[in-house]
Each structure stands twice: as structure tokens, then as C-alpha cells.
């Protein structure tokens, strides 16, 4: 059963998740590949089995992803899945840095993909999430500048995060790189 409570979660079939976890599957077993129903499902962005699973008592807190590296928070916080954050903030899940890397929901929030996932970084700072938390030495906000995410690094700012010289100084060379990169023939300042 646990193979299919996986599988059955991975695809976002709530019927047959609540049919499997009737029958006894165990919620937190995890399938040949180690992983387990509110991993994928967390992953995957499907609310309402994250919803089931926790009601069913998952580990709010389990090893997630594929190398177990991450927990199912920061999963649906890297692919801005915010109905999915809600609920297992809602559940009790931390804030702060977690996983056997310890990854910041925030952080991963706020510098996955292009611009970041705002509404996802919005939850978290709702719920209480530092916004000057530090992930591998940086901030959100300087990570989203060492990116070049420029509006994540704004709607940051404009949230209350704190500017470091790192980050100002990160932001000054690339605001000097496009100022040479649109006049050619001028070469960038370099930084004292």
C-alpha cells in the first residue's frame, strides 16, 4: 500500500489517498525510491492531499526530496506553492532553517526561478518567517541580488529587509555592468 499512497499522492488523487489511508497505509512510509506521500505531494503542489496526509499525522518535519536533503515545506517554498506552505505552516511547521543542508523556506521562496515567488514570501513573513534569516552565509535578500533578481530584491526591501554592504556593493557592479553593457566602448568602475 505504501507504494500506492506514494503514488497515489505524486499524482493528486485525494479520493484514493483518503481510500489508502482508511486501509491502513501507513502515512509516513516511504516507497522504493525513499519517498514519501507528503514529499511528493508537497512537492507536486497538491494542497489537498498535503491537507489529508497532515490531518493523517505525517512528520511535518520528514527528510523530503531526492536525496532527502530538504523537508516538505521547503519543497513547496522552492516551487512557489503557497496553498501548500499555508497549510503546513497551519499544521506547525517551522520557519527557520531545516533539512540536513538547512535550507530557509524564505530564502528558497524568495530566489527560485526567475523573479522568485512573492505571494510564497509573503506567506512566510505573514507567518512570522526572519527576513534577514541567513542560508549558507546570505540573506534573502542578498542571494536575490547575487541572482540578479531585482524585483525580489525590491519587494524585499520594501518588506523590511535589511541592506548589508555585500548586497549594496553587488548591486552597485551590476548597475555598472548594463550601464556599460547599453554604451559601448565604456569600460565598468571597478569598487574600492
Known sequence: MTEQLARSADDGDVAEVARLLRRGA????????????????????????????????????????????????????????????????DAGAQLGAQGRLGYVPLVLAATAGADGYSETVDLLLDCGADINAVMKCRTALEWAVRFGQERMAHHLLSRGAVPSAEAMGTDCERAERRRAEKEPGTEPEKQA
Do not use: K
Not at 489537498?48 to 516538505?72: H, N
Open 26 to 89: 501507513a502515512v509516513d512510509g516511504s516507497s522504493s525510491d525513499g519517498r514519501t506521500a507528503l514529499d511528493l505531494a508537497a512537492g507536486r503542489g497538491h494542497a489537498d492531499v498535503v491537507r489529508l496526509l497532515v490531518e493523517a499525522g505525517a512528520d511535518l518535519e520528514q527528510r523530503a526530496g531526492e536525496y532527502e536533503e530538504s523537508t516538505p515545506l521547503c519543497l513547496a517554498a522552492i516551487r512557489g506553492h503557497t496553498e501548500v506552505v499555508e497549510v503546513l505552516l
